[in-house]
């Protein structure tokens, strides 16, 4: 399960994780992905998966790195209760995917399916800035958490100290309609109803 290297396109500018492969599935290469978001499109709108070595790949990350394919050509994917379970043509039997346990998955962001009107991707909301009506900055988005009933966005202050604790250092605002007034993904900006003494 070698990847010739001259036949691998260039990692994407726009290289998004999206998930990790978990396990080997079946006996024929067939192996899981624990995908990072609840609908994961991304996986299913690409048939070229990127990979990397886990961050912590234990004792030889070069071993690791060596017999992992840069590139798979998915040939299936579909989901399976939380987890998506793919073939791609570099992985010929069970071995093969055994041998990705730990990988990351990257896709290109291009890949990504259009969102519907109102609906954005997490990557696209991180890095925006944060105003309140009055044209405040509040801050910058660090992350989106998911409560279940809807996403929070987790703004990090431009005034924070280094080591402020969390609460000091963000503030944490709904991403929902109440408090959201506009998202500006070209001016890289979004308008909140939101005090700075929230």
């Given at each position: 399960?070698?990847?010739?290297?001259?036949?691998?396109?260039?990692?994407?500018?726009?290289?998004?994780?999206?998930?990790?492969?978990?396990?080997?599935?079946?006996?024929?290469?067939?192996?899981?992905?624990?995908?990072?978001?609840?609908?994961?499109?991304?996986?299913?709108?690409?048939?070229?998966?990127?990979?990397?070595?886990?961050?912590?790949?234990?004792?030889?990350?070069?071993?690791?790195?060596?017999?992992?394919?840069?590139?798979?050509?998915?040939?299936?994917?579909?989901?399976?209760?939380?987890?998506?379970?793919?073939?791609?043509?570099?992985?010929?039997?069970?071995?093969?995917?055994?041998?990705?346990?730990?990988?990351?998955?990257?896709?290109?962001?291009?890949?990504?399916?259009?969102?519907?009107?109102?609906?954005?991707?997490?990557?696209?909301?991180?890095?925006?800035?944060?105003?309140n009506r009055e044209g405040v900055l509040l801050?910058?988005?660090?992350?989106?958490?998911?409560?279940?009933?809807?996403?929070?966005?987790?703004?990090?202050?431009?005034?924070?100290?280094?080591?402020?604790?969390?609460?000091?250092?963000?503030?944490?605002?709904?991403?929902?309609?109440?408090?959201?007034?506009q998202v500006d993904l070209a001016g890289r900006?979004?308008?909140?109803?939101?005090?700075?003494?929230?």
């Amino acid at each position: 399960m070698t990847a010739d290297h001259d036949d691998v396109p260039a990692w994407p500018d726009d290289a998004v994780e999206v998930g990790r492969i978990v396990d080997a599935w079946g006996l024929q290469g067939g192996f899981k992905v624990q995908p990072f978001s609840a609908e994961p499109q991304a996986l299913f709108s690409s048939r070229r998966w990127f990979l990397k070595v886990p961050e912590v790949a234990g004792p030889k990350p070069g071993a690791v790195a060596a017999r992992l394919p840069r590139l798979l050509k998915i040939t299936q994917a579909r989901e399976q209760g939380a987890l998506v379970v793919a073939r791609a043509q570099e992985v010929p039997d069970r071995n093969a995917a055994e041998a990705l346990k730990g990988a990351r998955v990257f896709v290109s962001r291009q890949s990504f399916p259009t969102a519907k009107d109102g609906e954005y991707y997490w990557i696209d909301l991180i890095g925006l800035s944060v105003v309140n009506r009055e044209g405040v900055l509040l801050g910058t988005v660090a992350d989106l958490l998911d409560t279940g009933a809807h996403c929070v966005l987790r703004v990090q202050r431009p005034d924070a100290a280094p080591d402020a604790k969390a609460d000091e250092a963000e503030r944490l605002i709904p991403f929902v309609d109440a408090y959201v007034d506009q998202v500006d993904l070209a001016g890289r900006r979004i308008t909140v109803d939101w005090g700075l003494d929230y």
